[in-house]
């Protein structure tokens, strides 16, 4: 099983919809989570950390839930501009220095 | 401006050819990694380094190796045992393993002809 999983989408929905998406974990100590965003041949880029209580910013909203080990964003009102590949990040408590990654989520909002 | 800079962007190599792949990190941090990515995958850990003259494999070290003589720079040699090196290259560094932020740079495409 690896260690983060994600759904690979691709997810194709119409401007303005409102899209959510799950990524999973299998390290029950993992210490910190994130959203990050990758454009088409571009490095990926800090989209929001995670945090227990859940958190917003703007038209997404970041949510953990530890007992069922998945983290979720959504994306509210969705642009175009939102089409990317989005990527869920963990770190584990056991080695602090290892980031690990899942394979991303395809996103394409259409017009 | 603070940041990471890899270079080249854009390489060609042919086989049987060794390759380095630059990454510079002007922000102070201690520890750095590279990262591979091919079409369509997720980003795979080749090795990473938390401090100077220290580093470690990660999931797909061989047919790689890495140097860390000075805390900004950290490059990747692709050596010619490495099968399949056509792939996007992702060198990446945060201020201490226990920091959250991993900045990235912008990336290096090696092809191999």
């Known amino acids: 099983r690896k260690e983060v999983e994600q759904d690979p989408g691709p997810f ?3 401007e303005g919809a409102t899209v959510a998406f799950n990524c999973t974990y299998s390290n029950s100590a993992s210490q910190s989570f994130f959203w990050y965003r990758q454009d088409c041949r571009k490095e990926p880029k800090l989209l929001m950390s995670v945090y227990s209580s859940g958190n917003e910013d ?9 007992a069922s080990q998945y983290i979720s964003l959504l994306i ?3 642009k175009l501009s939102d089409s990317a590949t989005y990527l869920c990040v963990v770190t584990p408590y ?3 220095s290892k980031i690990i990654f899942g394979s991303g989520t395809r996103l394409s909002i259409r017009p | ?5 890899q270079s080249p962007k854009y390489l060609f190599r042919k086989e049987g050819q060794n390759v380095t792949l630059s990454c510079e990190q002007n922000l102070n941090h201690d520890a ?3 990262y591979r990515q091919d079409p369509g995958q997720g980003l795979r850990l080749i090795y990473y380094s938390q401090i100077v003259n220290d580093f470690q494999k ?3 070290a061989e047919g790689y190796s890495v140097s860390r003589e000075k805390k900004e720079s950290f490059p990747l040699t692709v050596t010619s045992a490495q099968k399949n090196p056509t792939a996007f290259y992702l060198c990446a560094s945060r201020r201490d393993p226990g920091e959250n932020t991993i900045y990235f740079g912008e990336g290096s495409w090696l092809t191999v002809v």
């Open chain 1, 12 to 14: 194709n929905v119409p």
């Open chain 1, 58 to 66: 703007g038209r997404f909203t970041a949510q953990l839930n530890r």
């Open chain 1, 76 to 78: 509210r009102d969705s």
């Open chain 1, 94 to 96: 056991s080695s602090a």
């Open chain 2, 1 to 5: 401006d603070g940041g990471i800079t």
């Open chain 2, 32 to 34: 750095m990694y590279w």
């Open chain 2, 58 to 60: 990660g999931d797909i």
